[in-house]
């Protein structure tokens, strides 16, 4: 591969890879709207919370106020009947400093006010910002109490006013308890008939109410609302977070495997030229060769007459031109791999043919081979000559580990699962495990000689077949190469 190359492929790999990160974008989109979502439900549903008890906050302090104002005028005109016109009819005029006077009032106060939920009622004079009657008796006689509600109510004009201090904060344990009291003032106006106002302001009555159940139940609805809708969230940010972190998953594999991919399509692309640039190298090579070969043989002969004993120099370049037109055939076999042609056929009969082509160069090596073929091995769809190439470049390379010579032993069986199966081992001088693992790739070799493709060759041939080869070695000992055909080729 040239440098243009190399350039060309590197920039197509930088192109995928921002391509594989431009598929994973969308899915952090994904995060992100879980993330904000949540943060909208959270607004959203304290503002809900918000709102409700806003609202029933006001109904109650609606209802509470017109309530109260009614209650005060009816406790005005019952005072003003029960009280102011008696008292005036039988002592000439009222005067609350008189014992008999105030108690009369506070019988009927009382009688009025009994089971009304009211905390106190206050009565101011006219006269003077003095308090003539309460319910709380401390605050007799007390001047200057009453505030701008009580001038106002002086001019005529009920109004009222909210005391409390009611928020989530006094739910919590060791905090003040909820406090909320509603005063409303009236003006205590002298009656005609019943029913009939006349615009004698005689004083200002002051309700009190007590609302902190009312606002205690409302501020715990709150609360409840609000945890609620917490709840909600958690419950919806959980199963958000845990679709974003399968989908998460998932995407992360799926790049994995595109980049797996990528990295395969790489290589295969790599040898795809390189197969090219060999083929038509071996190609052009194949015919000199030829002709260097014939030409050598007819000099050897011609030799033979001028220079006697000089016909092996002759010899020497056949026997080196036939090696390398060996190694040229390989290049083209790997280069330009065959279609496949299968037929049904027995492993068996195979490795036979091996055995006895290889048997001159087992006797040659002092190699002995030990042939233990199961019978009952079923035909199964090959391609013979390919499977027959595989066979002899597997036992070639055992036979080239044992110099010193060895065994060379060829087992068939049927496995469990069905599938065929043949060891080829040999006691020759094994490898190291890293060793193992390079020795179907291309071109690796160990050999001053070897063109590093007979197993590469032989592994496609296999994986042509949907089959496996395997090596299983050990230092000193040897190694067994195991291929594996299922009964069919799908
Ligand atoms: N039976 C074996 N015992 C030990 N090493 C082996 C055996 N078969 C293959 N190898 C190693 O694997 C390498 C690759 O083998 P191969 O692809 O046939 O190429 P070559 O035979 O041309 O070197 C060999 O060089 C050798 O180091
Ligand atoms: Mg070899």
Known sequence: MNKYQSDFLERRRKRQAREIHAGIQPFKLVKYFSYTSLVVILVASFFLSLIISNNAKRVLLDRSESYSELFA?????????????????????????????????????????RGMGIDSVTIFDSNENIISYSTIPELVGKEDKGGI?????????????????????????????????????????SEEKLGERQGNIMGVIEVVNDLSDD??????????????????????????????????????????????LEVKLHETERLATLGKMVAAVS????????????TAEILGKRISKVAPGNE?????????????????????????????????VSLNTLVERAASFMQPEFENKSVE????????????????????????????????????????????RVTLRGD???????????????????????????????????????????????????????EGQGSTFTLTFSRSLG
Request: charged share 25%; hydrophobic share 45%.
């Open 73 to 113: 005028e009816n406790l005005s005109r019952q005072v003003f009947l029960r009280f102011v016109l008696p008292t005036a009819i039988q002592y000439g005029a009222i005067a609350l400093s008189n014992e008999t006077q105030f108690e009369r009032l506070d019988l009927v106060v009382r009688n009025v006010t």
């Open 149 to 189: 509600e009580y001038r106002k109510a002086l001019l005529g004009e009920s109004n009222s006013v909210l005391i409390s201090s009611a928020s989530l904060i006094n739910l919590l344990p060791g905090a003040r308890p909820v406090y909320c009291k509603l005063k409303t003032y009236i003006p205590f106006r």
């Open 215 to 260: 606002m205690e139940a409302i501020i715990k609805l709150q609360g409840r609302i609000i945890l609620l809708s917490l709840v909600i969230m958690g419950v919806l940010f959980g199963a958000l977070s845990y679709i974003v972190f399968r989908a998460d998953r998932i995407i992360e594999a799926r790049a994995d495997e595109r980049r797996q």
């Open 283 to 294: 190609h052009e090579i194949k015919n000199p060769l030829g002709i260097v070969r014939s």
């Open 312 to 344: 092996h120099l002759a010899n020497i370049i056949v026997d080196e031109t036939s090696r390398l037109d060996n190694i040229v055939r390989e290049f083209l076999d790997f280069a330009r791999p065959k279609e496949l042609q299968p037929e049904m």
């Open 369 to 412: 081979p030990v042939l233990d073929l199961d019978p009952q091995l079923p035909r199964i769809p090959l391609d013979p000559e390919q499977i027959y190439q595989v066979l002899l470049n597997v036992m070639i390379n055992g036979v080239q580990a044992m110099p010193d010579g060895g065994t060379i032993s060829l087992r068939s």
């Open 420 to 474: 065929v199966e043949l060891d080829i081992g040999d006691t020759g001088t094994g490898m190291p495990p890293e060793k193992a693992e390079q020795i179907f790739t291309p071109f690796f070799t160990d050999k001053n000689r070897g063109s590093g493709l007979g197993l590469a060759i032989a592994k496609n041939i296999i994986d042509k077949h949907n089959g496996r080869i395997t090596v299983v070695s050990n």
